[in-house]
C-alpha cells in the first residue's frame, strides 16, 4: 500500500506502541478507520527501550489494511533505514541525528518506492535542516523525549513546529509536518495551529473506549484548526 502526505490535509496515524501485542491483528483491526499505523522501531541504543525488527514490521505489513509509517528510532540510519523500506513500509522516518548522509539516504528510500521522514529531537534545532528540507516528504518534529509512550506534550516544542511551517511554505515546498508524543484531544488543535498536519496519538487512542471514535474527533478537531 503507498501512502501520501497532503499539507491541505489532516492525517491521524495511531502508534501501536500503545498496542495489545498479544491481539496484534485485532489492535490492526481497531484503528483501520486511521490514515496509517505508526510502528516505533527502537534498538536500545539510539534509545533505552527495545521494540520491532524488520521482520515484525513485515509482518505488520502483511496484516494491516492501511498503510504502514515506520519511525526509526536507531543508530546507523544510513545502512539499517533502507531495509524497513525492503521490508514494506510506506513510509520510513529516520532521526538526522542517526544520520550521517541524510540526502543520500533519503533518495535510497526513495529509490524503493517509500515516503521519507527526517525526525528531530525536542532539543535538535530545525534551522540546519531548512536548506535540504525539500529532499523530504515529512519532518517529524517529537513533542517528547523519544524512547516510551505515554509522556506528556511539550508546550515549548510549539515554537518549533511554527518556525517550519514558515520556513517550508516561504520555499513553497509540499513538505507535512507530524509531531508524535502526548498527542490528544487536548493538544492536537494547538499542534494544527502551529503547522503541523500528520499526528501520532497512541495512549489517546488505544485507551479510548473506541477507538475509531477517538480517531474521527482527532482527525475532526485538527482539520477544523489547521493553519492556513
Do not use: W
Request: proline share 5%; charged share 20%; net charge negative.
Amino acid at each position: 500500500m503507498s501512502i501520501s502526505y497532503s499539507t491541505d490535509s489532516s492525517f491521524i496515524h495511531p502508534s501501536i506502541l500503545n498496542a495489545d501485542f498479544m491481539s496484534i491483528g485485532a489492535e490492526l483491526d481497531k484503528i483501520s478507520s486511521a490514515d496509517s499505523v505508526h510502528v516505533d522501531v527502537m534498538d536500545n541504543h539510539f534509545v533505552p527501550n527495545l521494540t520491532f525488527g524488520p521482520s515484525m514490521v513485515e509482518q505488520i505489513v502483511e496484516r494491516s489494511r492501511i498503510p504502514i509509517d515506520a519511525h526509526l528510532m536507531i543508530e546507523d540510519a544510513d545502512n539499517q533505514a533502507p531495509v524497513f523500506a525492503e521490508a514494506g513500509a510506506s513510509s520510513v522516518t529516520f532521526h538526522l541525528e542517526a544520520a550521517r548522509a541524510p540526502v543520500k539516504l533519503a533518495r535510497d528510500l526513495r529509490r524503493k518506492n517509500a515516503q521519507v521522514g527526517v525526525a528531530l529531537r525536542p532539543a535538535t534545532p530545525v534551522e540546519p535542516l531548512i536548506d535540504i528540507i525539500g529532499e523530504f516528504d515529512m519532518l517529524l518534529i517529537m513533542t517528547v523525549e523519544p524512547g516510551f509512550g505515554g509522556q506528556s506534550f511539550l508546550e515549548t516544542m510549539l515554537p518549533k513546529i511554527r518556525r517550519a511551517r514558515r520556513a517550508i511554505s516561504e520555499a513553497n515546498l509540499e513538505v507535512s509536518i507530524q509531531v508524535d508524543g502526548g498527542v490528544s484531544r487536548e493538544t492536537i488543535e494547538r499542534c494544527a495551529e502551529a503547522g503541523a498536519n500528520v499526528f501520532v496519538a497512541g495512549s489517546a487512542i488505544y485507551k479510548a473506549q473506541d477507538a475509531a471514535e477517538e480517531i474521527s474527533a482527532l482527525r475532526e478537531l485538527a482539520g477544523a484548526h489547521a493553519a492556513h
